[in-house]
C-alpha cells in the first residue's frame, strides 16, 4: 500500500468512514475491526481489470467473538492501483447481513 493511501468504508459497515493514510488504515480501522471477530475473511469471486483501478466482487466470512454462527456477506470493492501498490479502497458491502450482535455493538464504539 502507498503510505497515502485512503480507504473509504460503507456507511453502516463497523467502524464507517474514510481512513487517509497507512498507519491509520491499520491501526484506526483494522485493529479495532479485529477486536471484535474471532474470524474475518475476504473471499474473491470475480476480479476485474479496470486499468487503474481494480473491481473486486465476492464476499466476506465473519465470525463474531462469542457467537457460533459464521455470517456471509457480499461486498464490491474498488481498489485504485499506483505504482503497483494500493492507493486506494472503496467498499461496498451488504450490511443488513452483518451480524445484528456485530453491528449493534461495534456500532456503538464508534460513538466512545
Known sequence: MTED?????TEGFPFTGIYKGLENVLHGFY????EG???FYANKWKWIDAGDYVIVLGYYIIKVKNMTDKNQVRFAHIW???NNKI??????ADTAKLPSFFRL????????
Open 37 to 39: 471477530l474471532d474470524k
Open 31 to 34: 485493529a479495532k475491526l479485529f
Open 105 to 112: 455493538n461495534i456500532l456503538e464504539s464508534n460513538h466512545d
Open 80 to 82: 485504485e492501483i499506483k
Open 5 to 9: 493511501v485512503t480507504w473509504n468504508v
Open 87 to 92: 492507493a486506494g479502497v472503496w467498499q461496498v
